[in-house]
């Protein structure tokens, strides 16, 4: 059974920095495109950032750019998104999932997702 498990959220103060962890079973994160979403109080999910199954293509919402940076460790069949310059409009949940195709993920359309990680970010 595939199982992808997030880690790494917590309360933090804006401008500081997180690394979010997706650990996977039962599936090879280097054979998928990975993406992490979130959810904020009140708001749409919206898709921060993907990277392709080769490691090729990466995406970012404009929001974040220049301060998240996702990332894939093979040996650790483990995907990261590392953020930094947190913002208060950073607070949300964050989901990772994985698919065939970045481009699917941008149409938050998936074949597996986590069960989040909660982010807080506090002035």
């Known amino acids: 059974q595939v199982e992808l498990v997030e880690s790494g959220g917590g309360l933090v103060q804006a401008g500081g920095s997180l690394r979010l962890s997706c650990a996977a079973s039962?599936?090879?994160?280097?054979?998928?495109?990975m993406g992490w979403y979130r959810q904020g109080p009140g708001k749409e999910r919206e898709l921060v950032a993907g990277?392709?199954?080769?490691?090729?293509?990466?995406y970012y919402k404009d929001s974040v750019k220049g301060r998240f940076t996702i990332s894939r460790d093979s040996a650790k069949n483990t995907v990261y998104l590392q953020m930094i310059n947190l913002k208060l409009e950073d607070t949300a949940v964050y989901y990772c999932?994985?698919?065939?195709?970045?481009?699917?993920?941008?149409?938050?359309?998936?074949?597996?997702r986590g069960q989040g990680t909660r982010v807080t970010v506090s002035s």
């Open positions: 990277i392709s199954t080769a490691g090729g293509s990466t």
């Open positions: 999932a994985a698919d065939r195709s970045l481009v699917r993920l941008g149409l938050y359309e998936y074949d597996y």
């Open positions: 039962e599936l090879t994160v280097s054979n998928y495109a």
